[in-house]
C-alpha cells in the first residue's frame, strides 16, 4: 500500500478543491481511486461534534475502509452550509 501517494493525493486535491464541491463527497471520490489498496468503504462515523459557536461547528468524522480507516476533521458553517476539512489521518 502506498499511503504516502494516498496522503499527497488527498491534500493535494483539497487545497485545489476549496469551496468548489463538497469536501466529504470529494474525499470519497478521491478515496475510490485507491480501492485496490484501501478496499470497500464500510462505514462513516461521526466521532466528535463540537459547536464552536451559533454558526461554526467542528466535527471528527471517520471512513472505515476494509484496509484503512480515514479520520477527517470537517469545519461547518451552518448558515453558509460550507464545509472544508482542517485535517486528516490515514491510518493502515
Known sequence: MNKSKINIE???????NIGQ???LTF??????KFKNDIGHFIEQTEIEILKLN???????????YDNAYLELEIIT???????HVQNFSLRF
Open 77 to 83: 458553517n451552518n448558515h453558509t452550509k460550507s464545509v
Open 10 to 16: 488527498l491534500t493535494l486535491g483539497l487545497i485545489n
Open 54 to 64: 451559533q454558526s461554526i461547528t467542528k466535527k471528527i468524522i471517520a471512513y472505515k
Open 21 to 23: 464541491t463538497n469536501a
Open 27 to 32: 474525499v470519497k471520490n478521491i478515496m475510490n
